[in-house]
C-alpha cells in the first residue's frame, strides 16, 4: 500500500490514492469483520483447546477467553489503523499518525485505570481496542488534509458493486424527474414492468443491476428511467 500511494501522491493523482484507500479499508473490513465474528463466538474453545491442561484450569481458559474476546473487538480498528497510517505516510505526513497514536495510548491508559477493577483482565483487553478506535478516528479526522474518504460510500462498502449502483440510483430518483421508483406488485415480472413503461426488460436489468430478468418478487424496488419511454403510474 505505502509505495503505491506515495506513487499516486508525487504524481498528483489524489482520485487513484482515494480509490486505493477505500479499496484498502474496504479490505479491511472483509477480513477483519469475519475474523472478529470468529474469535468472539469461538474464545471459549480456542482457550481451552490451546492451552487448558496441567496448572491451567477451567478459571484461567475463561480469563483468557475474556481477554481474546475483548481484544477481537478491536481488529477491525486496528486494521483500519494501519491503513490509514501508511496513507498518511505516503503523503509525507509522520505527524498525524504519530498525534493518533498518542492519542490511543493515552486513550488506553485511562480505559485501563476505569475497567481493570470492574472487568479485570477482560477490561485490559478492551482498553486496547477502545484505544484503537479513538486512534482511528483521529486518523480519520486528519486525512482530510490529503484525500477525501467519501462517507457515503464507505456505509455500503461491505455491499456488492451492483447492490451500491442499484441504492445510488434509489437515491437519485427523489432528486432526478427522469428517474422514477417502481414498485413490483404480486405477479408482475420485469417484461410487464417493461411493456409499461414502453422499455426493454434488459435495460430495467441494467440500471437495477439485476443478474437475472426472472429474479424479482413482490416489494422490491426498481429504478425506471424515462427519457423516451412513456410515464405511468408507480
Known sequence: LLP??????????????ETLTRFSMKLALIVTIPATVG???????????????????AESTRLTADALFFFALGLLFFGLFKVLAQVS??????VLPFRAAGFAFLGNLVFCLLLSGPMANGG????????AVLGVAILIAGIGRHLRIPYRETRYTLLSRREYTRRQRLAQAGKDPNIIIHKVRTGETVSTIAEHYQTRPRMIAAWNGLRSIN???????????????????I
Open 124 to 131: 485490559i483487553a478492551l482498553s486496547a481496542s477502545l484505544g
Open 215 to 233: 429474479r424479482i418478487r413482490a416489494g422490491q424496488k426498481l429504478v425506471i428511467h424515462l427519457q423516451g419511454a412513456g410515464s405511468g403510474s
Open 4 to 17: 503505491h500511494i506515495s506513487q499516486l501522491a508525487v504524481a498528483g493523482d489524489t482520485e487513484g490514492a
Open 39 to 57: 474469535l468472539c463466538m469461538l474464545s471459549r474453545p480456542i482457550a481451552a483447546l490451546l492451552f487448558q491442561r496441567g496448572q491451567f484450569g
Open 89 to 94: 505516510f505516503s503523503f509525507h505526513d509522520t
